[in-house]
């Protein structure tokens, strides 16, 4: 199976940061990456597909990037409907596989 | 409008079965795979399978091929996910997703509300 791993697993900031999440993968899924937003007691939401392509309704302030095995999920300005878990997908193996998380707080 | 709506929550014993069901509504139900993930409490997502409801075939992670019997009714728009042999470590939060198409291919773009399992003695 291909892993994913994500970093940091907890991050703090205030609103208005400009916030950064990395998913490695274990070996080249190529863009096959999504990255999902996760609030307490819902269902993870589709925000990036394709590494870098922004679901439809999802804020601008998010973008993807990345291809091979480094990618980033960037927030330009963190709002406060922004806090919550955010993973990582890949789906170049039919095998999919989720990133462990990263949890985004409060400073 | 596109729900995934699922079955309640459900407490069993070590060694017993679940079945979980999982109604599609609000487009074409043999159109789009469905998976199933799960999520132990405070804990990350773990991808279980992909289905086609067309035919039925059906791709698991390897840790769950053994265990898990899958059904689906085309009637009603409706997959069932059973887990069999369950263990105190299948406690979790048990999703069914709608397999993305088009650009999001590969994606899991609507997804039910979740069915929490409970293996307790």
Known sequence: DIQLTQSPSTLSASIGDRVTITCRASQSVSDWLAWYQQKPGKAPKLLIYKASSVEVGVPSRFSGSGSGTEFTLTISSLQPDDFGTYFCQQYSSYTRTFGQGTKVEVK | ?121
């Open chain 2, 1 to 121: 409008q596109i729900q995934l709506v699922q079955s309640g929550a459900e407490v069993q014993q070590p060694g017993a079965s679940v079945k979980v069901s999982c109604k599609a509504s609000g487009y074409t139900f043999t159109d789009y795979y469905i998976h199933w993930v799960r999520q132990a409490p405070g804990q990350g997502l773990e991808w279980m399978l992909i289905m086609n409801p067309k035919d039925g075939t059906t791709s698991y992670a390897p840790k769950f091929q053994d265990r898990i019997t899958l059904a689906k009714d085309t009637s009603t728009g409706t997959v069932y996910m059973e887990l069999t042999s369950l263990r105190s470590d299948d406690t979790a939060l048990y999703y069914c997703a709608r397999a993305g198409v088009g650009p999001t291919l590969g994606t899991l773009d609507y997804w039910g509300q979740g069915t929490l399992v409970t293996v307790s003695s």
